[in-house]
């Protein structure tokens, strides 16, 4: 998406199919627009939305820190747990090392109806203003089952169901410094009309607090691009088995939602691979992916640099 205006500059998915091959339009699986159509639950990309959320109450601000010791919790019959034990981690923290128990801990203090009112203020739940054919609004459940454990997955993007535009329309929303611009397969002639979602002061400090997901110590240090600021989010799900029994152990989603440059953001890319074989964090899978669109986007569009090429080749060789 263009983060200025929320005009589609490229969507796309594989397997595809050649309209010019008669034999290519037998496979109607591939001829689905996924990015439009397929709903699935985002999984921790939902994290600094859950971050914007708090900053909005007085409980949480840029300093608020949240004890996630001993890396476990326990919600009604469910566990939640993290990669290890991270101890108090900082706001940025719980971005950086996608805490499912500091999103969790967080959405909990706050009012049931926060987090859930606030996803479906940036537009998930509902459709787009993309008009496409069969396009699926996602899902988030009726208010009445907003109950606590409900709240708690949905921290850390279990228990709600979007599609790759709506993520990068939420994304663009911190993109645009708290602006929401309608996304629109249609080339814009004129200022588009955007409306105010969230403060400009909390877009701009999740931005930069995603700024450390792309860092050595984040999850997606592949997801830089030499000269450029990143900020973005990785995310690795359980995919639902096909029985509805629960989720696989051996399915996954891996995704990447991004923006760049974040001085002054351009473009907002979402990227997600299904049932990746091998690796399947979002880190190592999606991540790289973005990395290369990102950075040929930004050449094409002769964005100019926001970051020192000596300070990273000095940063890489220390």
């Known amino acids: 998406l263009d983060a200025k205006t929320g005009e589609v500059l490229a969507m796309t998915s594989w397997p595809s199919f050649n309209p010019n091959d008669p034999k290519g339009l037998d496979n109607k699986d591939a001829m689905r627009n996924r990015a439009a159509i397929d709903m699935f639950e ?49 706001l940025e923290g719980i971005i950086v090392k996608s805490s499912n128990v500091g999103a969790a801990k967080i959405a909990l203090s706050l009012p049931n109806n926060t987090l859930p009112s606030f996803y479906k203020r940036v537009g998930l739940g509902a459709k787009t203003d993309l ?21 708690a997955t949905m921290s850390y993007g279990y228990g709600l169901n979007a599609t790759v535009i709506q993520l990068a329309q939420a994304y663009a929303v ?19 009309p955007g409306g105010r979602l969230l403060g400009a002061g909390i877009a701009k400090s999740v931005l930069h607090m ?11 240090p592949q997801a ?41 953001p351009r473009i907002v890319l979402a990227v997600v691979v299904e049932n990746p074989v ?9 991540a790289p992916i973005f990395s290369r669109i990102m950075q040929e986007s930004l050449r094409l569009m002769n964005v ?15």
């Open 131 to 151: 008009h496409f054919p069969g396009e699926s609004g996602g899902l988030i459940l009726p208010q009445r089952l907003w109950n606590t454990a409900e709240v």
């Open 42 to 90: 985002p999984g921790s990309t939902m994290k600094p939305l859950t971050i914007s959320a708090a900053l909005e109450t007085d409980k949480y601000h840029v300093n608020s820190v949240v004890n996630t010791s001993p890396g476990s919790m326990r919600v009604g019959n469910h566990t939640i747990r993290d990669h290890g034990n991270n101890g108090m981690l900082s």
């Open 210 to 220: 995603m700024e450390g997901v792309v860092s050595s110590s984040g999850t997606a």
């Open 278 to 286: 091998g690796q399947y964090y979002g880190g190592l899978v999606a």
């Open 224 to 264: 830089a691009v030499p000269g450029y600021r990143i900020a973005g989010k990785t995310g690795t799900a359980h995919k639902l088995r096909a029985d509805g029994r629960g989720y696989s152990e051996s399915e996954y989603r891996a995704l990447f939602v991004g923006v760049a440059p974040v001085s002054d």
């Open 304 to 318: 100019p640099l926001d970051k020192s090429l000596e300070d990273e080749q000095k940063a890489k060789k220390s």
């Open 174 to 192: 911190l993109a645009g410094h708290g602006m929401h611009y309608p996304v629109t397969l249609r080339k814009l002639d004129h200022e588009p």
